[in-house]
């Protein structure tokens, strides 16, 4: 039977300390939204390698609550690395709650597996009940080996949305339902979406603003925070739904609290030295720093503008393929040789250790990526909402 244990972020008093942890470790992709998700969005790790990741943030005495599979692909589209993890955390540390979220496709037939693990929730992503406003917001869905055309397609994952919704419900799980919302696509539909999966017995609802890719003026807008409000209340005629993401505690998709503030004022930040004037940043989304440093297909370059000196994209780097132990860091250090600094969600570290052999410093933390990059150049915080720590 699923954990009877609560989701932290449903109980007011617990939201502001309960940090959680996703483990990339879904590598296939099943679907691809039209608007604000990264063409790459990054490799995903072996299970090992994320529960060893794991063990060392809960070793540097880092509070979690909770441990989440979510990405980068689809975890139920081939789940054996999947179960894989989610046994090896509940084995190690049965102390802390699990959770998975999937879009739906292929995912009933696991609902009674995930049960015996004991989840606290599962969340499935939905976005429309309607097969043409499916369409609209996505770009492919491929259930399978093969893209199929998108009308057949929508149809097939709001139905099987459906029976994911049902068999994880029948299973004993806690169902939570995350719906993107685009102004202009999807936010006149948030009513439907409410009262479709409430009949299929979800248990609440969570509406999460869309956020815009960066520096894309095609982009649909997000919905303000007074249309959002607006949206929860006349969902909540429904549904219970869920508080606002961002009173629901800290996300730290493995990246460490409680470290240095990224200032000019701490002494053991890197500086630009020589011809080392650039610092490599792992995002998939161009906005923030987002990336285990494992997972990292290429690097975003940040260094100073020729014009003017200030701290600005200059352009990417591909980092070498994953494997070859060593040899892999080694490759990274030679592709970097006009870098003082790689920030990254999070580093194992051994790697942190040979990087900085080569003159690399390699700081994790979880940050807005031009307020942390202005502060490594000297400019100060900015936007550099979180805390990145210095290894």
């Given amino acids: 039977m699923s954990d009877a244990r609560p989701h932290p972020c449903f109980a007011a008093d617990a939201r502001a300390s309960a940090g959680r942890i996703h483990l990339p470790v879904a590598a296939k992709h099943t679907i691809r939204r039209r608007f604000g998700e990264p063409e790459t969005p990054g490799r995903a790790l072996s299970p090992k390698d994320v529960v060893q990741w794991l063990d060392r943030v809960l070793a540097e005495g880092t509070s979690i609550a909770m441990v989440g599979v979510s990405g980068p692909g689809e975890p139920l589209a081939e789940p054996g690395p999947t179960f894989e993890a989610l046994r090896a955390v509940r084995e190690k540390h049965p102390e802390l709650a699990l959770t998975l979220a999937t879009n739906g496709l ?14 606290s929730h599962v969340t499935v992503l939905v976005d429309a009940v309607d097969p043409l406003i499916v369409e609209q917001l996505y770009a492919w869905i491929r259930p399978g080996t093969r893209t199929l055309p998108l009308p057949e397609a929508a149809r097939l994952l709001v139905d099987e949305q ?6 994880f419900r029948e299973a004993g799980h806690f169902v939570k339902v995350n719906m993107t919302v685009i102004a202009g696509i999807n936010e006149e539909h948030v009513a439907d979406v409410a009262s479709v999966v409430a009949t299929l017995g979800a248990d609440m609802l969570a509406l999460v603003p869309f956020h815009p890719a960066c520096c894309d003026p095609a982009a649909p807008k997000a919905p303000d925070a007074a249309r959002m409000e607006e949206l929860r209340r006349e969902a909540k005629r429904y549904i219970a739904i869920m508080p606002a993401f961002d009173s ?9 609290r409680g470290g240095l503030d990224l200032s000019p004022a701490d002494a053991a930040l890197p500086r ?19 990336l285990h440093l494992g997972q990292a297909i290429r690097f975003l370059i940040f260094g100073p503008r020729e014009s003017d000196g200030l701290p600005s994209l200059l352009g990417s780097r591909e980092a070498p393929e994953p494997g070859g132990g060593d040899t892999r860091w080694e490759a990274l250090a030679e592709s970097l040789p006009d870098c003082f600094a790689i920030l990254a969600a999070s580093a194992g570290a051994h790697p942190r250790e040979l990087l900085a052999a080569h003159g690399l410093t390699v700081l994790t933390g979880e940050a807005q990526i031009q307020g942390a990059v202005d502060a490594l150049f000297g400019g100060g915080k900015k936007q550099c909402k979180k805390r990145v720590k210095a290894n």
């Fill in 106 to 119: 292929s995912a009933a037939q696991h609902a009674a597996g995930l049960a015996e693990l004991g989840l």
């Fill in 162 to 167: 459906a029976r994911t919704i049902r068999a």
């Fill in 248 to 256: 629901c505690g800290q996300s730290i998709v493995g990246l460490e």
């Fill in 272 to 290: 630009p030295l020589g011809a080392r004037i650039n610092v490599a940043v792992a995002s998939a989304n161009g906005l923030d720093v987002d």
